[in-house]
């Protein structure tokens, strides 16, 4: 089975008897609500439903509120305000103001709602006993009439212990009682993180896994670890002798070309941008300053002329659309003008090498200069300022399922989709990257939220690396979609494994150490591509020797110096894969039982041996602690 899909069927239609609304509106939103409205001029229905709540809500005018279920209901509990019944295969239980009562007839429920106009519809979980049915109903109610009427996020990164905290809160409006917390039930990124508070036993099932449920909160909070990033891997075996000259010589084969520029659009440019960002970075920890200049040089060029719009223009710049609060790039590519697709993916590369040119070239990232419009770039992708009312805030990123979405419209019938969740993370890492390059923690911290987040998300809903999301039936241990209602082993280009598998890892940087947090799973990931492709990878050898090599780095670099012809990944050059193939050889895995006081650091292990790496963006020196006790002096613009 190459995909699986829990697809919507309608088990009941909530309404006003008599509504014949022409179309919805949007009467508001919250950071994962939405409020649609329907009115025909006699009737009007609003309703507020969101991510993870059981709980529909609604305000009804002109017209008995209506209940329509699929087939015959089988109602198991009518008594004065509270209904509760099966429809389609699935537990309801409706809740009535104060007065009310309901009546059946046929494959209809509805209720006067004793002239009060509101009510509200929960979803049960699944339960085998009718005892335990009862207790949900009766627990449930007791936050029925508190209605949620907005939905904020907040989070705090702590760098003393590299924690991330993330608060999820509930505003609630009582339309009669007094409670103020209501239901909510939680995706396994969130409760596997959970703080301070206890889910009940009951699940609920979904697309990402088991769903565990929250009574009674007016919010709930997460506790992550940010186990850092690095502007690339310490270059701790090919800094001298024949490693370094064999570096040197992939290196000078790029001096001329360091972007291999594949196309004019944002999306290739980008990729562009991205490859010649990796070898000035390696370049810089080998000591070659030609090759660094080269490439600093044509990501300046490059970066100046797009950020630039002159007059008469018409290419290789972005236009501020104020209908739709969004910066397009011309050439714009893969619907990222028409339909807003993909902006967190090609500006995400934009971001990052004018984070590399930043640490070099500090004045060309002052806000007088060119920063100003940098900052632009992350704003539209995901704007981390409410006060910004330019652009959305978080545009990409959805805060409840903890991933980015790529499509703009996200209209078709399995909801939204998204392929390249590294991609997704090249994002954040940029954030992070330029964050602390330029001194503006608002930006790193938005970057570490994003970062930290989509990483546990891409752990459970891309890689189910823990093996507890995908259904039974599912015979892939990774995929290449995910979409609203399910996953697909697929891309929207080829249907070769090593490209569904390898979007979803490339671009390698020392951003995208996450994909090494479980180096078992690294290999048997590997290990699924060789088995679907029929043997090794043909394409994008590159890209997947060097996610093997945060599993296993011995093999990864001998399977590249037995190939050593090969032809790179369009945004990726011989000159990385060889340094990141061999100093992950000597470095071994990353250990994520530990962490640090700076976020550009990773701690790496081989044979019980650690490593401890950290770099410093700074004019001065840092001493970085970690949390094994261990401290590390790095000298400015260096990394130890």
């Known amino acids: 089975v190459g995909e699986y899909h829990y697809p919507y069927t309608q088990d009941i239609l909530v309404g006003v008897a008599g509504l014949a609304a022409p179309d919805v509106k949007v009467d508001g939103w919250s950071d994962w609500t939405v409020s649609p409205y329907w009115s025909d001029g006699t009737r009007t229905l609003k309703a507020t439903i969101g991510h993870g709540l059981p709980f529909a809500y609604f305000q009804a005018t002109g017209g008995n509120a209506q209940i329509t279920t699929a087939g015959t209901p089988t109602v198991w509990s009518n008594s004065g305000t509270t209904i509760g019944f099966t429809a389609g295969g699935s537990d309801y239980v409706a809740y009535a103001p104060t007065g009310a009562t309901w009546t059946v007839s046929g494959t209809t429920i509805s209720s006067t709602l004793a002239g009060k106009g509101y009510f509200s519809v929960a979803g049960l979980p699944t339960t085998a006993s009718t005892t335990a049915r009862a207790t949900l109903a009766a627990t449930y109610g007791q936050y029925a009439h508190a209605h949620v009427t907005g939905t904020k996020v907040s989070y705090a990164y702590t760098q003393a212990s590299n924690g991330l905290a993330t608060t999820y809160t509930y505003t609630t409006t009582a339309r009669e009682g007094s409670a103020t917390g209501t239901v909510v039930s939680l995706y396994p990124h969130q409760w596997k993180y959970l703080s301070g508070a206890s889910p009940i036993t009951e699940t609920y099932v979904s697309a990402r896994g088991a769903m565990k449920v929250l009574t009674g909160v007016s919010s709930y909070k997460t506790a992550m670890t940010f186990r850092g990033v690095l502007p690339e891997l310490p270059a701790v075996a090919d800094s001298s002798g024949g490693d370094l000259t064999t570096l040197n010589g992939y290196l000078s084969a790029v001096q001329a070309n360091p972007e291999d520029n594949r196309g004019a659009d944002t999306y290739w440019t980008g990729k562009g941008l991205g490859r010649a960002a990796r070898i000035a970075e390696i370049a810089d920890l080998a000591g070659n300053t030609a090759v660094r200049t080269s490439a600093l040089a044509a990501i300046k060029s490059r970066l100046t002329n797009w950020l630039t719009a002159s007059s008469g223009e018409s290419g290789s710049l972005f236009y501020y659309n104020s209908t739709w609060g969004t910066l397009i790039g011309y050439p714009a590519s893969y619907g990222s003008d028409q339909?807003?697709?993909?902006?967190?993916?090609?500006?995400?590369?934009?971001?990052?090498?004018?984070?590399?040119?930043?640490?070099?070239?500090?004045?060309?990232?002052?806000s007088s200069q060119y920063g100003g419009m940098v900052d632009l770039l992350i704003r539209d992708a995901n704007n981390y300022d409410r006060a910004d009312t330019r652009f959305p805030y978080l545009r990409d990123f959805d805060i409840y399922a903890g991933h980015d979405w790529a499509s703009g419209h996200g209209s078709f019938g399995a909801g939204n989709n998204q392929e390249s969740s590294s991609e997704g993370m090249n994002f954040a890492n940029a954030l992070i990257q330029w964050g602390q390059a330029t001194g503006n923690a608002t930006v790193r911290d938005a970057g570490i939220f994003l970062y930290t987040t989509q990483a546990?998300?891409?752990?459970?809903?891309?890689?189910?690396?823990?093996?507890?999301?995908?259904?039974?039936?599912?015979?892939?241990?990774?995929?290449?979609?995910?979409?609203?209602?399910?996953?697909?082993?697929?891309?929207?280009?080829?249907?070769?494994?090593?490209?569904?598998?390898?979007?979803?890892?490339?671009?390698?940087?020392?951003?995208?150490?996450?994909?090494?947090?479980?180096?078992?799973?690294?290999?048997?990931?590997?290990?699924?591509?060789?088995?679907?492709?029929?043997?090794?990878?043909?394409?994008?050898?590159?890209?997947?020797?060097e996610f093997l090599a945060l599993g296993n780095g011995d093999q990864a670099l001998a399977n590249f110096q037995a190939n050593t012809g090969l032809t790179s990944e369009e945004g990726e050059s011989k000159a990385h894969t060889f340094h990141w193939l061999r100093n992950l050889a000597a470095l071994g895995t990353v250990d994520t039982s530990v962490s640090a006081n700076h976020p550009l650091s990773a701690t790496f292990v081989k044979n019980g041996v650690r490593t401890y790496v950290a770099s410093n963006t700074g004019s001065s020196a840092i001493t970085v602690t970690f949390s094994t006790g261990t401290t590390l002096t790095v000298a400015a613009g260096k990394t130890a």
């Open 339 to 366: 339909e807003l697709n993909d902006h967190h993916f090609h500006y995400g590369y934009f971001i990052a090498a004018a984070a590399t040119l930043a640490k070099f070239d500090p004045t060309w990232a002052t």
């Open 456 to 545: 546990a998300a891409i752990q459970e809903y891309w890689f189910d690396s823990a093996n507890q999301n995908f259904p039974t039936t599912f015979a892939h241990s990774t995929v290449g979609m995910v979409w609203g209602d399910g996953a697909a082993y697929s891309t929207w280009f080829s249907a070769e494994p090593e490209m569904i598998q390898g979007i979803n890892m490339l671009p390698i940087t020392g951003g995208h150490l996450y994909l090494g947090y479980n180096p078992a799973y690294v290999t048997a990931n590997y290990a699924e591509l060789t088995t679907n492709n029929g043997g090794a990878p043909t394409v994008w050898q590159d890209i997947l020797w």
